[in-house]
């Protein structure tokens, strides 16, 4: 009898020790690395880019961003300018489905949010706005421009890694 219960003991703490690996290993919580960027062309409207990044081990698991435009008191006779802005940035972005991206429109500006947690990609810094005979806004779309900033959910950035390439494009990361 002595023989059993000198094997209980051991295989008890064993079982003990494994659970409680197991509870830390699934209460980890994922690295988040927030940056943001705001700029303010020479038509005076500003764009402000809020961007949360969830980081396991070296690769992206959660994109958010919430990315506001500002119009100054020149475009908000009418809504008309939000309006298109709001327009051309919902078909910019109809590709990653009404649940990915909710545009809105809040007295002087347009926000847009972002969610994203499959293999989608996100392309920052990439609204430009001109004047020709009225307003326009510029979508760049192209991921291998060297204009915008391109993030992918699963790509490789260790948390250092994606700080210094987000500061590196003019953005303040905390």
């Known amino acids: 009898m002595t023989y059993k219960r000198s094997k209980f003991f051991p295989i008890f703490i064993t079982i003990i020790i494994i659970v409680i690996v197991i509870y830390l290993f699934a209460n980890i ?22 961007l949360n990044t969830g980081l396991d081990g ?6 958010q961003l919430k990315r506001t435009i ?4 020149k475009y908000l006779v009418d ?6 802005i709001q327009y051309t940035i919902e078909k910019s972005y109809a590709y990653l489905g009404k649940n990915k991206v909710k545009v809105s429109k ?12 499959d293999n989608e990609t ?17 979508i760049n779309s ?31 990361c905390g």
């Open 29 to 50: 919580e994922q690295t988040k690395v927030k940056c943001s960027k705001r700029t303010t062309d020479d038509l005076g409207i500003t764009v402000v880019e809020e």
């Open 58 to 63: 070296k690769k992206i698991t959660e994109l």
């Open 70 to 73: 500002i119009l100054p008191d």
């Open 79 to 84: 809504d008309t300018y939000l309006d298109y």
């Open 106 to 117: 809040v007295n002087d500006r347009v926000i847009v949010y972002m969610d994203l947690t």
């Open 122 to 138: 996100i392309i920052l810094d990439n609204i430009s706005f001109g004047i020709t005979d009225d307003l326009t806004i510029n």
């Open 142 to 172: 192209n991921t291998k421009s060297s204009d915008v900033v391109t993030l992918k959910v699963h790509d490789n950035y260790t948390q250092g890694e994606l700080i210094n390439h987000m500061k590196n494009n003019g953005y303040k």
